[in-house]
T-cell receptor
Framework: KQEVTQIPAALSVPEGENLVLNCSFTDSAIYNLQWFRQDPGKGLTSLLLIQSSQREQTSGRLNASLDKSSGRSTLYIAASQPGDSATYLCAVLAGAGKSTFGDGTTLTVKP | GAVVSQHPSWVICKSGTSVKIECRSL??????MFWYRQFPKQSLMLMATSNEGSKATYEQGVEKDKFLINHASLTLSTLTVTSAHPEDSSFYICSARDPGSGGNLDTQYFGPGTRLTVL
């Protein structure tokens, strides 16, 4: 059974810092890995999708890497802003089309 | 990218009533859709897999008679919470699978979610 773990559970940083969120998964037989952002009381916003054959994806200040063999992914956020404050979820898509989500990292960026 | 919609986005109902939530894939045909539930401050947990034209497959611990799923077309799946109780209050999110050309292009697209509050 796939298990997804995100570390840390919560993170508070001053504005302008670069930061890294971690996601690990137990079964490396995945189709892809996706990072989402979720604001309080809201739905999911897809940030980056990395196919199993890829090693990284970039979008603006965000960079996500994938090391399938070791079961790890990182989300790098450069020059953080207060508007980046949210919960970040990673989800792994494996067989039968099911996604398994981590518990998320709640990020607070202080002005 | 592909779009998945949910309706309603927010619903309040009295205990004992039934509530239907719709999930639609707007620009692709989804033979498979998934329903997730998210309790406050927790992550998303898969409830069931909805297959077009056949019965849904429920995850362990999910009551199939309480959470009725119908996937009557390639673009629509519905989740009906029957005889809702306050403990059913949650955020329900659907996703639709776009197999693309197969293999690594298999991708899920998530709906915006429906917040259910049962009084």
């Amino acid at each position: 059974k796939q298990e997804v773990t995100q570390i840390p559970a919560a993170l508070s940083v001053p504005e302008g810092e670069n930061l890294v969120l971690n996601c690990s998964f137990t079964d490396s037989a995945i189709y892809n890995l996706q990072w989402f952002r979720q604001d309080p009381g809201k739905g999911l916003t897809s940030l980056l999708l990395i196919q199993s054959s890829q090693r990284e994806q970039t979008s603006g200040r965000l960079n996500a890497s994938l090391d399938k063999s070791s079961g790890r992914s990182t989300l790098y956020i450069a020059a953080s802003q207060p508007g980046d404050s949210a919960t970040y979820l990673c989800a792994v898509l494996a067989g039968a089309g099911k996604s398994t989500f981590g518990d998320g990292t709640t990020l607070t960026v202080k002005p | 990218g592909a779009v998945v919609s949910q309706h309603p986005s927010w619903v309040i109902c009295k205990s004992g009533t039934s509530v239907k939530i719709e999930c639609r894939s707007l620009d692709f045909q989804a033979t498979t859709m998934f329903w997730y539930r998210q309790f406050p401050k927790q992550s998303l947990m898969l409830m069931a897999t909805s297959n077009e034209g056949s019965k849904a497959t429920y995850e362990q611990g999910v009551e199939k008679d309480k959470f009725l799923i119908n996937h009557a077309s390639l673009t629509l799946s519905t989740l009906t919470v029957t005889s809702a109780h306050p403990e059913d209050s949650s955020f329900y999110i659907c996703s639709a699978r776009d197999p693309g050309s197969g293999g690594n292009l298999d991708t899920q697209y998530f709906g915006p979610g429906t917040r259910l509050t049962v009084l």
